[in-house]
Each structure stands twice: as C-alpha cells, then as structure tokens.
C-alpha cells in the first residue's frame, strides 16, 4: 500500500473526518463502478456504494494493513454486498424499456435502443465469466487501470494478471458470440 494510503488510514483510524472524506472521495467511483457493472440499477448501485462506505468506517478500527491498495478492501466489502444482494432477490427486477428511453430527447431512439441491446449482452456474456476474470476485464478495460494496478488490488502477479486477462477475453468472445442478440460491429 502506498505511504499516503497507509497515512490516510491511520489518520481515519484516529477519526479524522478529512481523512474519511478523502478516502471516500478518492474511491467512491471505483467502488460505484465495480457495483454497477455487476448489477445494472443505477440507484441499486449508489446504495450499495455508500453502504461500503458506512461498513468501511464501522470496520476502520480492527482494519490491518496487507500491503495492499485500500481499494482492494473496498472491492471486497462490495464483492460481498453484490453477492448478498443476490441472494436476497425475489426475480429480475427490470425496468420496461420505455421507462429507460424516457427523457431522451433530441437522441436517436434506434440508437439508443442498439447500445441498450448491446449493453445487455455484455452484461449477459460477462455474467459467464469467473469472478476473477470478470474483475480483470473491469479493473483494466473499464476502469482504464494498468496491470500492475490490477495485479495490486487483486493481490496476485502482474503475470497471473495477463493469463486471466487473456483467458477472460477469449471466455468474453465466446459468451458474446452466443448472445442470441449479438451484431459484430467491425
């Protein structure tokens, strides 16, 4: 873990607000992402977040730094709360296309309806990844992160990195290939 990470601890540790505030504002949308990206509701995934958040403070105190990114803690909290999350629910709660296209105007509706399409094949596809893959996929393609980054959060090599890493495409292209509303666009 970086120093400054490890001071920031400390420092929310000890109760200082400005370091709880900094630690949220410098992770809130690494954590919102993984969320979302996990379970495709917008307000769900703010929810969850700030959970993390409020479970983050509640466990400062027996906190014990790894050596890693305080990130990795985070995501872990969150892992667990997406997993809860899908326990706990009753069927598919989702919303009629007609509510997601409301207030858009001045968009192409077609538009709008291929990249919704598209989205949820991908979402589909990477339901059928392992939880390992799909985590590599998001850390180092949608959050933009460097492998040396990811290896860090995920505490494993940078080597072990680029084997899920390939692995997780290849498993990608073959998941997408089979989504039955799928259209290569090259």
Known sequence: MPGDEVQLIHRAQRGDREAITALYDCC???VFRYIYYRISDQQYAED?????????????PSYVDQGRPVLA?????AHNLVIDH???RNGTEDMPLEESLAGTEGNDPARLTEEHVAQECLVSA???????????VQLKFIEDREI????????KSERAIRSLQHRALAALNR????????EPRF
């Open 28 to 30: 809130y949308a690494s």
């Open 126 to 136: 990477m339901q059928k990844l392992t939880e390992d893959q799909r985590q590599v």
């Open 86 to 88: 899908y326990r706990s």
């Open 48 to 60: 969850m977040t700030n959970e993390v958040f409020v479970r983050m403070i509640s466990r400062l």
């Open 148 to 155: 040396g980054e990811v290896a860090a959060i995920l505490g």
């Open 175 to 182: 998941a997408m290939q089979q989504e039955p509303n799928y």
């Open 73 to 77: 803690w985070l995501y872990s909290i």
